[in-house]
Nanobody, 127 residues
């Protein structure tokens, strides 16, 4: 059974930090790009960050560049998102996902490129 399970969400004040984690099981992990997406109420799901199969290449949405850092540990089937200097506009449900194509280059940012998704974790940033 394929599972992607996110954790680490919560309520934080503006300027604070959170670290999200996603643990995968039941799927091939180490050969695929992993991504983080988010969806705020009334908005479409949007790309946040992606990391290639070996962690050597990353890509970020302009809105989070310099504040968020994506990382992965293949041996533990985990991908993480360190979020610093959080803003109220970062409030959303955050999802991790796996690319449907192994070792895709350049890194995909379109949600259509990703086939397996977690259930999401809520991040709320108060002003």
């Amino acid at each position: 059974q394929v599972q992607l399970v996110e954790s680490g969400g919560g309520l934080v004040q503006a300027g604070g930090s959170l670290r999200l984690s996603c643990t995968a099981s039941g799927l091939t992990f180490r050969s695929y790009t992993m991504g983080w997406f988010r969806q705020a109420p009334g908005k479409e799901r949007e790309f946040v960050a992606g990391i290639n199969w070996n962690g050597g290449s990353t890509v970020y949405a302009d809105s989070v560049k310099g504040r968020f850092t994506i990382s992965r540990v293949n041996a533990k089937y985990t991908v993480s998102l360190q979020m610093n200097i959080l803003k109220p506009e970062d409030t959303a449900v955050y999802y991790c996902a796996r690319d449907r194509v192994a070792r895709r280059l350049p890194l995909g940012t379109d949600p259509e490129f990703f086939d397996y998704w977690g259930q999401g974790t809520q991040v709320t940033v108060s002003s």
